[in-house]
């Protein structure tokens, strides 16, 4: 009760007071999407949350698990949150949808949409083509799905709303390879901006407001594993590697889950309601480096 118990500060009233909204949040069992769940119910919203919890067969790096997503669930409780959160891939529509009514039906409401979940591979791979198609589905695809699935109800619900889409530093900034996931992973995350654009056109008249937002490298399962650290290590030693490219102007190397959330936090609040059709770097100035 801790989280909750600071939205009573007149502080807290005046900012970000989500009591009674209630979020959808994508690839919510550890990362970014924990950060993003945590940080919302902190400030008084309850938690609609999927994630795949398994792996991908093209993937170099694990997913997170039914544990990681127990645990999200323990944190958001710990809150003072209500969350309901299913297993669900975002590349499969039906799946998706039933698990978002299942929270929709519970909470009743919708008010956020976080559209987080995703993937990359910055090795190569002997199957180019399921690298570059599963990243797309994934990363693009899953995008549209989850926007798919919970629009209606955002939309039923008559009160405007927030869609915040995670991109990338990568979708404002292509860096030059030749391995197939690092093309994927730009062009699906530059893709996300075409899509955030058409939206926030679309839905503006109802005050749902639709942005993307690009992180720079964050501390996640997508950066912190086995694989990430060989290649940490190459670029180190000063092997050829994506990775070298990617550096921050401020002195700050990798960001923590919760930087990304705070500024989500106040993106999806009424403080941003002028705020849409916009993509906002959130990357220590990745972009202008
Ligand atoms: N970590 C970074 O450096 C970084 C930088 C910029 C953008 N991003 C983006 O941030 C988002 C969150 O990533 P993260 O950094 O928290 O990494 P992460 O790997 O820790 O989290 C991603 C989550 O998505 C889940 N997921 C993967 N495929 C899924 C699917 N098909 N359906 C449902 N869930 C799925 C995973 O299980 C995992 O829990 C991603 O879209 C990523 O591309 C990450």
Redesign the pocket.
């Known amino acids: 009760m801790l989280g909750r118990s600071t939205i009573q500060s007149k502080e807290s009233l005046i900012s970000a007071n989500l009591e009674d909204k209630v979020a959808f949040i ?10 993003h769940a945590v940080k919302l119910a902190s400030l008084g919203a309850d938690i609609i949350g ?5 792996d ?1 067969d093209s993937m170099d ?1 694990p ?2 698990t039914p544990d ?1 997503l127990d645990e999200t669930v323990r944190l958001v409780n710990a809150e003072g949150g209500r969350m309901v959160g299913r297993i ?5 529509p039906s799946g ?1 949808a039933e698990a978002f009514s299942e929270g929709h039906a519970e909470f009743g409401r919708l008010d956020i949409v976080i559209a ?5 591979r910055l090795t190569d791979s002997d199957d180019r083509g399921a690298v570059w198609r599963d990243i797309i ?3 693009l695809t ?1 995008v549209w799905n989850t926007i798919e699935a919970a629009l209606p109800a955002l939309r039923e619900g008559g009160r405007g709303g927030s869609v915040v889409i ?5 979708g404002l900034k292509g860096t030059g390879s030749e391995v197939a996931g690092s093309q994927a ?1 730009t062009a699906a ?1 530059r893709g996300l901006v075409g899509l955030m654009q058409t939206l926030a056109n679309q839905y503006a008249p109802e005050w749902i407001r639709v942005n993307t937002i ?10 912190v594993n086995e694989t990430m650290e060989k290649l940490s290590a190459a670029a180190a030693a000063g092997e050829a590697s994506g990775l070298a490219a990617m550096q921050n102007a401020l002195p700050i190397p ?2 923590q ?1 919760a930087d ?1 959330a705070n500024a989500v936090a106040w993106l999806v609040s009424e403080e941003a309601k002028f705020i849409t059709g916009i993509a906002l770097p959130l990357d220590a100035g990745f972009a202008v480096r």
């Open positions: 994508t690839g919510v069992a550890r990362g970014q999407g924990r950060a999927i994630d795949i919890c398994k991908v790096y997913n997170a990681d669900a891939d975002v590349r499969d998706l987080n979940a995703g993937i990359i589905d994934t990363n899953g995670t991109s990338s530093s990568a992973y995350k690009h992180p720079t490298g964050v501390v996640s399962g997508m950066t990798i960001l889950a990304i």
